[in-house]
């Protein structure tokens, strides 16, 4: 069982930056995708961002595209989704995951691990 640990969230002001990292306890013996997934009061759970490593990061938020870069590293047994320009509807819980799985998906179903969340809240 992999466990993830997401870090880094907190309070920024608009415009601001954010760095989240999601650590895991050990690599899947195949090939992995890490997904970022964010969920807002009163709001139901959204996809944000995957990468793996044949593709790179990938944004499937419109609004994540050019504010939102992601990295991982697996000697680390780490993965950063890094945020700029943050503003107010950024405001979620942000989740990682872990699917055991070559390419990147936008469904939830398709991860086998989840961190426990950590908050980012962007208010002035």
């Known amino acids: 069982q992999v466990q993830l640990v997401e870090s880094g969230g907190g309070l920024v002001q608009p415009g601001g930056s954010l760095k989240l990292s999601c650590t895991f306890s050990e690599l899947p013996r195949d090939d992995y995708i890490i997904g970022w997934f964010r969920q807002a009061p009163g709001k139901e759970r959204e996809v944000v961002s995957c990468?793996?490593?044949?593709?790179?990061?990938?944004n499937y938020l419109d609004s994540a595209k050019g504010r939102f870069f992601l990295t991982r590293y697996s000697a680390q047994r780490v993965a950063f989704l890094q945020m700029k320009f943050l503003q107010p509807e950024d405001t979620a819980v942000y989740y990682c995951a872990m699917g055991r799985r070559t390419l990147c998906t936008q469904h939830s179903d398709n991860y086998d691990y989840w961190g426990q969340g950590t908050q980012v809240t962007v208010s002035s």
């Open positions: 990468v793996s490593y044949n593709e790179g990061g990938l």
